[in-house]
């Protein structure tokens, strides 16, 4: 999204394909309505154990937002995580 941006190298330097980062951007436009478009920045853990707690250890995404911690487990329905994430977005 940055000014002078090419999502071609965008994607390749992210490992990805050009059409999947079009995908995403396409998708965040029709639902942004009239916020102002951003991605979030990600972290990729390294491999190997990780410091969590024993209920936690499923979760395979963790996403850190002012604060709140939601983990995301294996086969969660995406429309169960768009209703968490439309509250979160509602508290802040």
């Known amino acids: 999204m940055a000014p002078g941006a090419i999502v071609s190298e965008v994607a ?6 050009p059409q999947h980062l079009f995908t ?9 309505d009239d ?12 491999d190997g154990p990780q410091p969590t ?10 996403i850190v937002v002012a604060g709140a911690v939601i983990r995301v487990p294996r086969g969660i329905d995406g429309a169960t995580l768009a209703l968490v994430l439309h509250a979160l977005k509602s508290l802040r």
């Open 24 to 32: 995403w951007r396409r998708q965040a436009k029709r639902e942004a």
């Open 35 to 46: 916020s102002p478009l951003a991605f979030t920045p990600v972290v990729v853990a390294p």
């Open 53 to 62: 707690p024993a209920a936690c250890r499923e979760a395979v995404i963790e």
């Open 12 to 17: 390749r330097r992210n490992g990805m394909s």
